[in-house]
Each structure stands twice: as C-alpha cells, then as structure tokens.
C-alpha cells in the first residue's frame, strides 16, 4: 500500500490549532504527534506543529530516534 503525500500547505494545518492532529515532519516522513503530551496544543518548546523539523532536530538535546514508535502518516512532497 502507498503512503500518502502531503503538501507543506496540508502539513502546516495540522498544527494542533487550526485542525485536531498534531503532525510533524522529519527528513520527509510525516510523523502523528497528536497523543504526544510533550506536544500539548501543538507545541513543544520552541517548535511548533504543522512543520518540517529536519533543521531544527540539529539543535535538539535528542536524536531522530524520538520518532520511532510514533505513527507516520505519510511523505511529505
């Protein structure tokens, strides 16, 4: 089965705000942070949902592998 793929413009709605999910994107894997209680109103630290994380992960205190075991949704295109 194909994964779906989403624009910049459908990622950004799904912010936590302007649309339920929480979704967030990694070195074009869309990841679903909804559940995530460290990403409450689709925000975490100084990050915000709806968006391509590949640059800002740079910065973090952590490594990509805080995104195994959480949903991928799709690709981002």
């Known amino acids: 089965m194909a994964v779906p793929e989403f624009t910049r413009s459908q990622l950004a709605l799904r912010n ?14 869309i990841y679903d942070l909804t559940d995530s209680r460290l990403w409450r109103n ?4 100084e ?3 709806g968006q391509d994380l590949t640059e800002e992960l740079k910065d973090a ?9 959480w949903e991928i949704v799709g690709t981002l295109i």
């Open 16 to 29: 936590g705000q302007d649309k339920p999910q929480i979704w967030v994107a990694y070195r074009g894997i």
């Open 42 to 45: 689709g925000h975490h630290y």
């Open 47 to 49: 990050h915000w949902a």
């Open 61 to 69: 205190p952590h490594t990509d592998l805080v995104f195994e075991g």
